[in-house]
């Protein structure tokens, strides 16, 4: 696609982006203050499921704009399925 193509909005994204530092600032907080290696462990993983929540909303809209978009053109089809590929092969390490 090209460097012009339009890209979908994640403005909505930008709330939970916020809250999630909130989260890394609490938790940058607590190893400051040696809190108890459990709690941090807690909050650390709430954050790692929050950015998930925004990997996944974000994966479904570049589905179904982007990628669906894409299948109006065999070429752009092809380049975005190989895409996909490549992007699933980075979430599996």
Do not use: W
Request: overall charge positive; proline content about 4%.
């Amino acid at each position: 696609m090209s460097n012009t193509a339009h890209h979908p909005c994640h403005k909505q994204e930008i709330p939970r982006l916020n809250r999630i530092i909130g989260q890394l600032e609490g938790i940058k907080k607590m190893i400051e203050e040696q809190r108890y290696c459990p709690d941090i462990l807690i909050q650390l993983r709430a954050t790692r499921s929050a950015i998930r929540a925004v990997e996944s909303n974000i994966l479904k809209t570049h589905l179904q704009s982007c990628v669906a978009q894409s299948f109006a053109s065999p070429e752009d089809r092809d380049q975005k399925l190989n895409e996909l590929k490549e992007l699933f092969d980075r979430f599996e390490s």
